[in-house]
């Protein structure tokens, strides 16, 4: 998944990951959606999935397999879609379909929720 994003960052913007979140290209989306994102993203870059090389080196084959679970792997794919609709709507559709156009709009209200959640959320003093 985040070789998808960084195809998709480096095809549209030419820049990376990080170079999104540290743009005013992530600002382009709604404000709600920015810090959301912008974490994301960066779970995303340090997701150990992501750096297959290492993770061979260190790790058995069923390490490899059992790190994340089959519904984060969704959340982060539906995440990922979200990201790119909110970035690139037309783009997106192009290659999902403009049926997609409403399950996207699903995904994107579950966002929100996390959102609205994550926000409400207290962290106690130490």
Not at 60 to 79: H, L, V
Request: charged share 25%.
């Amino acid at each position: 998944m985040r070789r998808v994003l960084e195809a998709f960052t480096t095809f549209e913007y030419q820049k990376g990951i990080a170079g999104i979140s540290t743009s005013n290209i992530i600002a382009i989306i709604k404000k709600q959606y920015v810090k959301y994102f912008s974490h994301f993203m960066f779970r995303l870059v340090l997701n150990t999935e992501s750096h297959y090389e290492d993770r061979i080196n260190n790790t058995t084959i069923s390490d490899f397999i059992s790190t994340c679970s089959e519904e984060e792997k969704i959340r982060t794919a539906k995440s990922l879609i979200c990201l790119m609709f909110l970035l690139n709507k037309l783009h997106i559709l192009c290659y999902l379909g403009v049926d997609a156009e409403s399950k996207i709009e699903e995904w994107l209200k579950d966002c929100e929720e996390e959102i609205e959640l994550n926000e409400n959320v207290s962290i106690p003093a130490n």
